[in-house]
């Protein structure tokens, strides 16, 4: 299974997970809040490039820990058929968002987290009047507590591919992962470096409502195309 993992696979997944309206959502709001707390394009920038490296290492250590349990374990052929079913749903739940965004039954963040969000993010910006140093140690521990909240929303993608990986070794498995976080992480990082080149938040989240529809819509028809393509290879060896 592992040699039909091939990288546009990899790359696809990736990036219809990085293109979440989830994502984006939390990011805009933490580069608006940080801009206007820090007061420093270069103080939001290192914020910026905390959190979102914080969000790249603790997605990766999720994954790493996941493949590790389900080989070690031994229930890959569980977790691949499980992630198949989920990422199926969950195109089908993306793709009714396209035609009826926000209505009935949608993938979120987990109920509440936003709140917590915006808590955290105003301690963040409290520790900054009085510690820098500690106001970029919350940044990154806010990065953790995103990747989190935000699995139910994003995280259909990253099992289909954890759930193919799993039916090779660990080690193969690496560069794998690290690639897919690679791309993942790099909208973050190009949002970020626009916002300290002066592109307003405001102009993001416009952008953002403008095609969430969109991106919802294109996601749903990836990871139905990613299920099936899952069930159809796993029945193919029988």
Excluded at 23 to 35: E, K, N, P, Q, S
Excluded at 131 to 154: D, K, N
Excluded at 161 to 186: D, E, Q, R
Aim: hydrophobic letters at 55%; a positive charge.
């Amino acid at each position: 299974m592992i040699t039909e993992l091939t990288l546009p696979i990899i790359i696809a997944a990736a990036a219809a997970d990085s293109i979440n309206p989830c994502v984006f959502g939390v990011l805009i709001f933490l580069i608006a809040y940080m801009t206007k707390v820090f007061k420093s394009p270069r103080r939001m920038l290192v914020g910026g490039l905390v959190y979102a490296t914080a969000v790249y290492l603790t997605y990766l250590g999720l994954g790493f820990g996941i493949l590790r349990i389900t080989i070690s374990v031994g229930i890959s052929n569980f977790f691949y058929w499980f992630a198949a079913l989920i990422a199926i749903f969950a195109g089908l739940l993306e793709i009714k968002d396209f035609f009826a965004y926000g209505k009935g039954l949608s993938l979120q963040l987990i109920p509440g987290s936003a709140e917590r969000i915006k808590m955290y993010t105003a301690k963040m910006g409290e520790m900054g009047e009085k510690s820098p140093a500690l106001s970029m140690v919350l940044a990154a521990l806010l990065g953790v507590f995103v990747v989190f909240v935000e699995l139910p929303c994003t995280g259909a993608p990253y099992f289909a591919i954890l759930a193919l990986l799993s039916k090779g070794a660990f080690a193969t498995a690496v560069p794998y992962l690290l690639l897919y976080n690679l791309v993942f992480i790099l909208p973050l990082f190009i949002i970020i470096g626009l916002s300290y080149f002066g592109t307003s938040s405001e102009v993001f989240e416009t952008w953002r409502k403008k095609h969430r529809a969109l991106m919802r819509g294109v996601i749903g028809v990836f990871l139905l195309a990613l299920g099936f393509y899952m069930i159809y290879s796993i029945r193919a060896t029988f």
